[in-house]
C-alpha cells in the first residue's frame, strides 16, 4: 500500500470518527485521485469514492467541491469511453464551475466537452 493511499484511508477514519463531514468529501475525494492513478484497475473505486464525495459535498452546501468531483468523475468516463456520462457530468461540472468563476477548475472541463463536441453552455 502506497504512503499517499494509508494516509488518505487515515484522514477518512478521522473526519468519520470526528464526525467532520466536510472532510470527509476531502478525503474521498482524495481517495478516488489515488484510485484513479492506478490506471483500468482502480475506475471501481475511483467512481465510488467520487459519487459518495459528490453526494455528501451535494447534501453539505460544498459546491466548489462537488463541481470538482463531477469533474473528476467526467473525465474519469471520457478514459472509459463513456460518452454520455461524460457530456452530463461535465456539463454539470462546467455550469458550477462558471458560476463560481473558479477558472483553473473549468479550463479542463470545457476542454474535455470540446473534445467530444458538445457545445459550450
Not at 463531514?21 to 482502480?42: D, F, H, K, M, T
Not at 465510488?48 to 463531477?70: F, Q
Request: aromatic content about 4%; hydrophobic content about 50%.
Amino acid at each position: 500500500m502506497s504512503v499517499a493511499l494509508e494516509l488518505a484511508r487515515e484522514a477518512l477514519h478521522l473526519a468519520v470518527t470526528r464526525k467532520e463531514r466536510g472532510n470527509q468529501v476531502y478525503a474521498l475525494w482524495l481517495l478516488g485521485e489515488i484510485a484513479a492513478r492506478e490506471g483500468p484497475s482502480g475506475r471501481g473505486r475511483s467512481e465510488d469514492h467520487w459519487r459518495r464525495a459528490t453526494a455528501l459535498a451535494d447534501e453539505l452546501g460544498m459546491r466548489a467541491m462537488r463541481a470538482r468531483c463531477l469533474l473528476a468523475r467526467g473525465l474519469l468516463a471520457r478514459d472509459a469511453g463513456d460518452a454520455a456520462a461524460t457530456r452530463a457530468l461535465l456539463s454539470e461540472a462546467s455550469a458550477l464551475l462558471r458560476d463560481m468563476e473558479m477558472a483553473f477548475w473549468l479550463a479542463p472541463a470545457e476542454g474535455a466537452r470540446a473534445a467530444l463536441g458538445s457545445p459550450l453552455a
